[in-house]
């Protein structure tokens, strides 16, 4: 029997630690989990801990952006390496950023002869949405921690195909394949049938932040409104979210904020009165699929984005939603306000069969299958 053992640095990570907890138990394997105690959105020590896992101390850090989380980072990569028993494992699976775990991992396992899965969640510091700051000196070093020794791995797997083809161009004959994030299985929602008829429900999920474009968001929800009333739904919250919400009242929106939402019942209530969910970043940013369309594809939401490469290419083959930029944004603008319930309703169905083709559990697991196999025989 094969002993796995998965290293998590985040515990926003969890989603993707918990697919692969399952997926290799599934199996037959062993796993254990070696994980930080510190949640990082939360910015405090991790609640309700699971006593089967292994928790690095971690040093708190209050600025995402800062010397100290950098410190925090070395620090709990140089605990991690430390607290591994090589010889209790068959393979490591390394989940990150940070990137500084690629360097500590690769060396050691590299000594050790023990193969390893680097699993990249996130590619900084390409993902920063301030461009000036990405290609300086500090910047390259810390894309290097990663760049020159990734290749160590028999097997890199990416959250997104852009992470995938970025990863690519560092070494073409890197093993690497796309395994997208998964929370569950396609949730049903009831009615299945909704009217666009009388008004536009929109939901925005998640954190209100300096990645967001507000201003493209607050321009979609003022347009569609000259057709026919929106009610916008923002389940989260953050350092923007006054600012968001403001521009929208001033020009007479109802604005609903429901704060952050953990209980996946109410989200379901929430996602249950919604038409389109809104996934709309700035151009800076390097991300190619995010866990807030999943959430939205899972509950059977079309979505209106403007995210790259994955997402964008998903709305372009299954028509389950709309790709906007500044170039189309009014054209999609008068396409939603003219909407009828049967053109709505087909592109429900269709958010229903991409998810079930591209993104279900056992979509996902057959994908992991084919690149396990030059792994554990």
Request: with cysteine; aromatic share 10%; proline share 3%.
């Amino acid at each position: 029997m094969k002993r796995i053992v998965i290293i998590n640095p985040f515990s926003s990570y969890k989603i993707r630690q918990d697919f692969f907890l399952k997926y290799y138990h599934d199996k037959g394997y062993t796993v254990k989990i070696i994980t930080t105690d510190y949640n990082h959105l939360q910015k405090k020590t991790v609640d309700n801990k699971d006593f089967s896992y292994t928790y690095i101390k971690t040093i708190p850090y209050s600025k995402n952006l800062s010397l100290k989380r950098l410190v925090s980072h070395v620090k709990f990569a140089k605990n991690v390496v430390s607290s591994l028993d090589y010889e209790e494992y068959d393979l490591i699976h390394c989940i990150f950023p940070p990137n500084i775990l690629v360097k500590l991992i690769a060396k050691d396992a590299k000594k050790k002869n023990i193969p390893v899965i680097f699993d990249v969640m996130d590619m900084w510091p390409e993902s920063l949405p301030i461009i000036k700051f990405k290609n300086n000196v500090l910047f390259s070093f810390w894309k290097n921690l990663r760049n020159k020794h990734i290749d160590t791995s028999k097997l890199v797997i990416t959250e997104c195909d852009l992470f995938k083809n970025s990863i690519k161009s560092i070494n073409h004959n890197l093993n690497v394949s796309t395994i997208y994030l998964h929370k569950s299985e396609l949730v049903e929602i009831s009615p299945i049938n909704k009217s666009v008829k009388d008004k536009i429900v929109l939901t925005y999920l998640g954190s209100v932040n300096n990645l967001i474009d507000i201003q493209d968001i607050v321009k979609l929800i003022i347009g569609i409104s000259k057709y026919k009333p929106v009610v916008i739904q923002i389940i989260g919250g953050g350092e923007k979210l006054d600012k968001l919400s403001d521009q929208l009242k001033d020009k007479n929106i109802e604005v609903i904020i429901t704060g952050f939402v953990f209980d996946q019942n109410e989200i379901k209530e929430y996602f249950s009165k919604t038409h389109f969910g809104i996934n709309l970043m700035k151009s800076s940013v390097f991300v190619g699929m995010t866990m807030k369309s999943i959430d939205y594809f899972r509950h059977s939401i079309p979505i209106i984005s403007n995210i790259v490469s994955d997402t964008s290419n998903l709305i372009n083959e299954y028509s389950c939603g709309f790709n906007i930029s500044n170039k189309n944004i009014q054209n999609v603008i008068n396409e939603i306000g003219l909407l009828n319930d049967n053109e709505y309703n087909k592109m429900v169905c269709n958010v229903r069969q991409m998810f079930i083709e591209q993104l279900s559990y056992e979509r996902l697991t057959s994908k992991m299958d084919s690149c396990l196999k030059k792994l554990i025989n």
